[in-house]
């Protein structure tokens, strides 16, 4: 089992920038990659960005990738989401996801974080 807390969110200002956290426990040796996804209200939970735990290469949902950036520090077992440029339509749940397989869909990944919520507003 792995278990993920999110940290991070919170009120936020148009075109300011923050970082979410995600700290893993448990058997981290089992992650293959880890990702982060967000949902706003009534719409389907989307893909942010995914990072392969061990070799550390990155992808993207393709209308992010120019303010976001994923990044993971093994020795605190922890992945980043860096948010910058911040737009009101980026008010959602983040929600981080580790899997023992490669994954890039939310239905592949096994185990989830309860969310962050950040909310971009003036």
């Known amino acids: 089992q792995v278990k993920l807390v999110e940290s991070g969110g919170g009120l936020m200002q148009p075109g300011g920038s923050v970082r979410l956290s995600c700290v893993a426990s448990?058997?981290?040796?089992?992650?293959?990659?880890m990702g982060w996804f967000r949902q706003s209200s009534g719409k389907e939970r989307e893909f942010v960005a995914a990072?392969?735990?061990?070799?550390?290469?990155?992808y993207y949902e393709d209308s992010l990738k120019d303010r976001f950036t994923i990044s993971r520090d093994h020795a605190k077992n922890t992945v980043y989401l860096q948010m910058n440029s911040l737009k009101p339509d980026d008010t959602a749940v983040y929600y981080c996801?580790?899997?023992?397989?490669?994954?890039?869909?939310?239905?592949?990944?096994?185990?989830w974080g309860q969310g962050t919520r950040v909310t971009v507003s003036s």
């Open positions: 990072i392969a735990w061990s070799g550390g290469d990155t």
């Open positions: 996801a580790a899997n023992p397989l490669e994954a890039y869909y939310a239905d592949q990944y096994s185990y």
């Open positions: 448990g058997r981290t040796d089992s992650i293959y990659h």
